[in-house]
């Protein structure tokens, strides 16, 4: 079983910046493809950001390309999202997610595991 714990969510104003940090309690931690999606209220959760085991190739969607990065820690076995020029339609609860899979997955549905989220707030 893969465990995955998000923290760094929090309030922020417009224009702001957060990191949110994912701990995965797997030792072959970097075996994982990972992925952050996020679901705001009354919408689908949805695709955000994506690293490959080596951190070698990251996706984005196409809302926050350029504003977000994706990184990962394979020593620390934690993944990592940094979010800069925030928007009110960040707002969302953020989840972290990994799959044992070569190929960076961009649907719910690709991966097999889940934490439980963490809520980022931007304030207008």
């Known amino acids: 079983q893969v465990q995955l714990v998000e923290s760094g969510g929090g309030l922020v104003q417009a224009g702001g910046s957060l990191r949110l940090s994912c701990a995965v309690s797997?030792?072959?931690?970097?075996?994982?493809?990972m992925g952050w999606f996020r679901q705001a209220p009354g919408k689908e959760r949805e695709f955000v950001a994506g690293?490959?085991?080596?951190?070698?190739?990251?996706y984005y969607s196409d809302s926050v390309k350029g504003r977000f990065t994706i990184s990962r820690d394979n020593v620390k076995s934690t993944v990592y999202l940094q979010m800069n020029s925030l928007k009110p339609e960040d707002t969302a609860v953020y989840y972290c997610?990994?799959?044992?899979?070569?190929?960076?997955?961009?649907?719910?549905?690709?991966?097999?595991?889940w934490g439980q989220g963490t809520q980022v707030t931007v304030s207008s």
């Open positions: 690293i490959s085991w080596s951190g070698g190739s990251t």
């Open positions: 797997r030792r072959t931690f970097g075996s994982y493809t």
């Open positions: 997610a990994a799959r044992p899979n070569l190929r960076v997955g961009v649907l719910n549905g690709e991966y097999d595991f």
